[in-house]
């Protein structure tokens, strides 16, 4: 079981561009959240998605949306990108009901 | 509000020295307490959870809702505990599910 699979592990783009990033949950899991982690920080709720609906939603703009899609993988969108969207992106999956939350690598974003 | 404080951003020890990782909480309901480790070049992984009440790799966290803490120990730090440390909550109950991180703290155990 590769567990939770994200891509892609780096990227750089430039300010005002638009960025997609993907998420494949462990095997038997329909549950994907995403996190920011800023440098120095712990890493931060964007949303959770379940039954392709986004169930909740943290501190984040607009600018942040997702998808998730039948076979429960997902994708995390950022429009209009800032300097400070640059960090890593995380992806944890889980099952339903639970909190057994299983971590991805993350994407490294880096915004100039 | 959820928030998590882990006051200590780098710990140092030596092997086979007691090692405790501070963590206070704030939340209104009913919290679920966690540890989440990351060794280098690896990810995140959960330690332990407070409502399994398990000690792993040595590892022990009591909730303590009087104190609002839930601080991790080891009695004898070993040099493989090398790592990033969160404590992260989230709600026991079904309505609320995101984890909420601490900003961690670096343990470092030297030889």
């Known amino acids: 079981d590769a567990g939770v699979t994200q891509s892609p592990t780096h990227l750089i783009k430039t300010r005002g561009q638009q960025v997609t990033l993907r998420c494949s949950p462990k095997?038997?899991?329909?549950?994907v959240s995403w996190y920011q982690q800023a440098l120095g920080q712990g890493p931060q709720f964007i949303f959770q998605?379940?039954?392709?609906?986004?169930?909740q939603r943290g501190n984040f703009p607009d600018r942040f949306s997702g998808h998730q899609f039948p076979n429960y993988s997902s994708e995390l969108n950022v429009n209009a990108l800032l300097l400070g969207d640059s960090a890593l992106y995380l992806c944890?999956?889980?099952?339903?009901?639970?909190?057994?939350?299983?971590f991805g690598s993350g994407t490294r974003l880096t915004v100039v | 509000a959820q928030r998590v404080t882990q006051p200590e951003k780098l710990l140092s020890v030596f092997k086979g020295a007691p090692v405790e990782l501070k963590c206070n909480y704030s939340y209104s309901g009913s919290p679920e307490l966690f540890w989440y480790v990351q060794y280098s070049r690896q990810r995140l992984q959960l330690l332990l959870r407070?409502?399994s009440r398990e000690s792993i790799k040595g590892f022990t966290a009591d909730l303590n809702k009087g104190e609002t803490s839930f601080h991790l120990k080891k009695p004898f730090a070993q040099e493989e505990d090398s790592a990033m440390y969160y404590c992260?909550?989230?709600?026991?109950?079904?309505?609320?599910?995101?984890?909420?991180f601490g900003k961690g703290t670096l343990l470092t155990v030297n030889p």
């Open positions: 992260a909550l989230t709600d026991s109950g079904g309505s609320n599910y995101k984890l909420t």
């Open positions: 944890a999956s889980s099952l339903a009901g639970t909190h057994g939350y299983t």
């Open positions: 998605y379940y039954e392709e609906e986004e169930r």
């Open positions: 407070h409502i």
């Open positions: 095997s038997g899991h329909d549950t």
